[in-house]
């Protein structure tokens, strides 16, 4: 079943756009904030994401800049209540696949996400998967199994893992994986990096606290060795 992310601080539009979504066989997800977004697209990644532009805190045009630093594959409609061409290319320059206008009308929505999901699906490539004796790494489905358990990570451990699986036993300086997995762009810090080591460890390490497979490079960084 395929899984739509609706991010709308009008709660009686999303509870709508809900509603028909249901009705037509889909799992849906709501946030009402940017923020609140951001954390279930991370931790549930949808297959699409509805994306209200004007709301409080973080708005549509952040969230959407935010998803297509990692993303470039989910499709993003977005919803405004904007109807200037200046308002629609900077979404879609940002990486939304659509655009549309408030006062929503239901019926057309339904049709253009399914269009969308239709196209995301035809893109799809044959699944590309990482194996290192007992660990296998899905990029497709983001799917992690250690020992036959599927384990959960959120959208940045799978991509610290995955950046990391890709080339076993190089060594990464902080400030690599940093620029790699958040971004040149993201306002951080390298140290970011020890903390998301530390849950990958707990996650996937037998003991967390002597790890075999997540090793540090004192003075250095991080390597990865799997065998």
């Known amino acids: 079943m395929k899984s ?4 709308d601080d009008e709660v009686d539009i999303a509870s709508s756009i809900q509603y028909v979504l249901k009705q037509e066989g889909y799992s849906t997800l709501l946030a009402h904030d940017g923020l609140e977004a951001m954390q279930i697209y991370e931790n549930q ?7 209200d532009v004007m709301m409080p805190g973080i708005d549509g ?13 989910t499709p993003i409609v977005m919803l405004t209540a904007r109807t200037s061409e200046v308002d629609t290319v900077v979404g879609l320059e940002l990486g939304a696949n ?6 929503v009308r239901l019926r057309e929505l339904v049709a253009r996400v399914k269009a969308h999901l239709r196209d995301a699906g035809d893109q ?5 998967v990482i194996k290192y004796g007992d660990l296998q790494i899905d990029l497709d489905s983001r799917m992690v199994k250690v020992r036959s358990e599927t384990i959960e990570l959120t959208f940045k451990e799978f991509e610290l893992l995955a950046t990391m699986a890709r080339q ?3 060594v990464f300086t ?4 940093f620029a790699q997995v958040w971004g040149s762009n993201f306002l951080g810090e390298s140290r970011t990096v020890d903390v998301h080591i530390r849950y990958l460890r707990e996650k996937l390490e037998v003991d967390p606290g002597h790890p075999k497979h997540i090793l540090t490079v004192r003075g250095v960084g991080y390597r990865f060795v799997w065998e």
């Open 4 to 7: 739509i992310l609706i991010v």
């Open 45 to 51: 990644h949808p297959d699409l994401i509805i994306l």
């Open 61 to 73: 045009y952040e969230v959407c800049r935010r998803v297509r630093s990692n993303d470039k594959r």
């Open 174 to 177: 902080r400030d690599q994986l």
């Open 168 to 170: 076993p036993n190089r």
């Open 124 to 128: 799809k490539t044959p699944s590309r």
């Open 98 to 103: 659509d655009y549309v206008a408030k006062p």
